[in-house]
């Protein structure tokens, strides 16, 4: 391995995109050396035979110590690592810390905190004028005073996936969100996230079209690369579910869309983000105009960054590299191709009997399955990703988009055994 040239990965229990990442090295002709938590579910690394080197430590998630130990093997075995990059949200001070380090261009640890913490983040967009909504540390006399719950939503200060996230109303009492939490640290696939004693927040709730914009930034400067829309969120036990996206946004006019590219851009200016790919959620009210919802200092999840390439001919993965190494990259002519995916949710506790994808009128583009005939889910209050499905929508006729839509949730089906 001497003399190397390379990039860390950070994967969280040798999941976490390492698989493309690794492919977006490899065509720059820099190796990929990974470092993972141990796998919760006896997932294994089929790519491993792609990267130079898999370290997997003992734990189920990533700490600081893992860092300074794995930089100094390399460091002995010669290696010169160019960078760090993950897209598993709770490692991203991690990915600070290193890139901080190797003298990598990134944000600061302290930028990256305050990005995820969605009441500093609130509160910064307040002292800016970005943002009309009210946010405070939940605590049971502001609960109990709250006079329409449905008008509030409490969700953790830092957390992943929607879990602890949900209208005010669906809490009967303060001492479930301790429940909540506890269950949520007890939780080995998601080891790590919920640390310490209870954090949430009462936010006021925002109404609207909600969509992702996917960023860019370079020295200072945010590019919205593509927008989509969430058309099916549905809201599950203390989860948020979102099922599926269109993109560009099928409800809002260019006009409208151009307004919340504007608005996002001076949102991330406002908050520090000088640099790096974001997935930036907002939502709109014809009456109010647009709203931050989350300003995420990484790559979306799901299929957005196979659908923003297909859209603008963009790979989000590809641009963050880039910006790590501040290589200036002209962006390419968009394509203008309309994408839409959904992602399928399973039921929690119980057995997968059958899995199967039906053929419909417009051809699959990608398809991920991440469960087996026979596996027994998790019994979480959280999202369980069973599989998810990108088409290209260009050719569909915009009346027709809507039941194309609907029809999509019956692409893959779903059978339990119990």
């Not at 307004?259 to 001076?266: D, K, N, P």
């Amino acid at each position: 391995m001497a003399g190397k040239t390379g990039f860390l990965v950070l994967s969280h229990q040798l999941l976490s995109m390492v698989e493309p990442i690794a492919e977006a090295l490899h065509r720059r002709g820099v190796k990929t050396y990974v470092l993972a938590s141990r796998s919760a579910r006896d997932v294994t690394a089929r790519w491993e035979a792609d990267v130079e080197l898999l370290h997997i430590t003992d734990a189920h998630s990533l700490r600081r110590p893992d860092i300074d130990f794995f930089l100094k093997t390399l460091e002995e075995a010669d290696v010169r690592l160019l960078g760090c990059l993950t897209v598993w949200d709770a490692y991203r001070e991690l990915m600070a810390y290193a890139n901080d380090r190797l003298g990598t261009a990134d944000l600061t640890e302290e930028a990256v905190r305050g990005l995820r913490d969605k009441l500093a983040m609130r509160t910064r967009l307040r002292e800016h004028g970005l943002s009309k909504v009210s946010a405070w540390p939940f605590d049971e006399s502001r609960f109990h005073g709250l006079t329409d719950r449905t008008r509030y939503f409490i969700k953790p200060c830092e957390g992943l996936a929607s879990l602890g996230a949900f209208r005010a109303d669906r809490l009967g009492a303060v001492e479930e969100l301790d429940a909540l939490w506890r269950k949520a640290q007890q939780d080995r696939a998601y080891d790590g996230v919920f640390q310490g004693r209870p954090a949430f927040l009462i936010e006021e709730f925002i109404d609207g079209i909600e969509c992702s914009f996917e960023v860019g930034v370079v020295r200072g400067t945010p590019t919205v690369h593509a927008v989509h829309e969430k058309v099916d969120l549905r809201q599950v036990g203390r989860t948020t579910l979102e099922n599926a996206c269109v993109c560009p946004p099928k409800s809002l006019s260019r006009s409208e869309v151009d307004e919340g590219i504007a608005y996002v851009t001076r949102c991330l200016q406002a908050l520090g983000a000088d640099t790096g790919v974001y997935h930036v959620e907002a939502r709109f009210q014809r009456d109010r105009g647009w709203e931050l919802v989350e300003a995420n200092p990484r790559i979306g999840g799901a299929y957005i960054v196979a659908s923003t390439r297909r859209h603008c001919g963009i790979d989000l993965l590809d641009r963050w590299i880039s910006l790590l190494l501040e290589e200036l990259v002209e962006a390419p002519e968009s394509s203008g191709n309309s994408t839409f995916f959904r992602v399928y949710f399973g039921e929690p506790g119980r057995r997968i009997a059958q899995l199967e994808s039906r053929p419909g009128e417009v051809d699959v583009l990608e398809e991920k399955l991440f469960v087996k005939e026979g596996e027994l889910l998790p019994l979480v209050d959280r999202e369980i990703f069973i599989g998810q499905t990108l088409w290209d929508t260009t050719g569909i006729n915009p009346d027709a988009l809507d039941d194309f839509i609907r029809e999509t949730e019956k692409h893959l089906k779903i059978e339990y055994s119990s």
